[in-house]
């Protein structure tokens, strides 16, 4: 079964700073992988999503990950964080097959001022 | 923005009492999910539907059940609250391209049980 991995339940920036998320992901076939953004009180929104096309994928407000599959990871970069940046972050990955996306266990980004 | 609904936002309710907690969606999708969210963030999956008349029970194992009798419908029941059902429950729609599916969430149901 695939898996992902996000390393550091809580990452902690200052405003301006760049911000760098982790996901590694365990997979036996091409994955898809994908990045979603929850605001507090809300729930979770599509930021990006490798489907095997261009490995620097772009999404909203900014942020971009890279898919490396050397290093099996697909990491979540934003070159100057902002306050509005502040939420819990999922890495995730679609299993081969008609099944439900696999979510990591999340990663919260706190933006200092 | 994905037009997806979740009803009621805030739930506190005293143990033994039945509940439904309603999710509907008007994007005709037919794939939707029932997550069950810790405090500590964590998703667990708990249900999901690939059309009407079809139910999977997810990852983690969950006293609720749930219907899909419309497709834009899928409401989740829990027949006798207890204490350690109090968690956030998010349901979501996939828009059903495959492995490339993006899944659409509402904002979830805070569910408090005395």
């Known amino acids: 079964a695939q898996s992902v991995t996000q390393l550091g339940s809580h990452v902690s920036v200052s405003e301006g700073a760049l911000v760098l998320l982790r996901c590694n992901y365990s997979?036996?076939?091409?994955?898809?992988l994908f990045w979603y953004v929850q605001y507090p009180n809300q729930g979770l929104q599509l930021l990006l999503k490798?489907?095997?096309?261009?490995?620097l994928v772009k999404g909203i407000n900014g942020f971009e990950a890279e898919f490396k599959k050397s290093e099996t990871s697909f990491h979540l970069t934003k070159p100057s964080a902002h306050m509005s940046d502040a939420a819990e972050y999922f890495c995730?990955?679609?299993?081969?097959?008609?099944?439900?996306?696999?979510f990591g266990k999340g990663t919260r980004l706190s933006v200092i001022a | 923005e994905a037009d997806i609904y979740q009803t009621p936002r805030y739930l506190v309710i005293g143990t033994g009492k039945k509940i439904t907690l309603e999710c509907s969606q008007t994007m005709g999708h037919d794939k939707m999910y029932w997550y069950q969210q810790d405090p500590g963030m964590e998703l667990h999956l708990i249900h999901y539907s690939y059309g009407v008349n079809s139910t999977e029970k997810g990852d983690l194992s969950s006293e609720s059940t749930v219907s899909r009798i419309r497709t834009e419908h899928f409401p989740l029941t829990l027949e006798s609250a207890r204490p350690s059902h109090t968690s956030q429950y998010l349901c979501?729609?996939?828009?059903?391209?495959?492995?490339?599916?993006?899944?659409?969430f509402g904002p979830g149901t805070r569910l408090t049980v005395l």
């Open positions: 997979s036996s076939v091409p994955p898809y």
């Open positions: 995730a990955v679609s299993e081969p097959g008609n099944t439900p996306l696999v």
């Open positions: 979501a729609s996939s828009d059903g391209l495959g492995r490339t599916d993006t899944q659409y």
């Open positions: 490798y489907t095997s096309a261009a490995t």
